[in-house]
């Protein structure tokens, strides 16, 4: 969780692992556009870490125990994402491809319908707040 922008090469490097057969790594950036209208000029994400952290290890743990992953790493954005920039990223490695495919989709899933974050969309004509667990 932070402002600095997301390094995915780094989130890839930290979950490669020799017996690694599959890393999968999950990018979500900002769009120009969001339901249909066109024009968001960027977002603004409101993170409350202290709740957001355990909620994102536990869901980690849940992938662990589901799938044989070999390391987790996710990461989300707070504060202004310009569009085009990247807002959350999901990593995982397995030693085959269906675990990781399987729990990098269960871990950006779970993040979005559990994680207490909030965005607000920026419009030439205002903004709005959206989202959230």
């Known amino acids: 969780m932070g402002d600095d922008p997301i390094d995915a090469a780094a989130l890839t490097a930290e979950v490669s692992r020799r017996a690694a057969g599959a890393v999968v790594l999950f990018v ?58 990247v807002s959350v990223a999901v ?3 397995s030693a085959h491809r269906v675990d990781a495919f399987e729990a990098a989709r269960y871990l950006i899933d779970e993040l979005k319908a559990r994680a207490p974050i909030w965005k607000k969309e920026f419009w030439p004509d205002g903004a709005e707040w959206s989202g959230g667990a």
Not at 59 to 68: F, G, M, N, Q, T
Request: no cysteine; hydrophobic share 50%.
């Open 91 to 93: 990593a995982v490695s």
């Open 28 to 85: 979500g950036a900002v769009r120009d556009n969001s339901e249909g209208r066109s024009g968001v000029s960027r977002l603004f994400f409101e993170v409350y870490p202290e709740m957001v952290e355990p909620i994102i290890a536990e869901i980690a743990a849940v992938a662990s125990e589901k799938w044989p992953l070999l390391a987790v790493a996710v990461e989300h954005r707070s504060g202004d994402v310009m569009v085009g920039e």
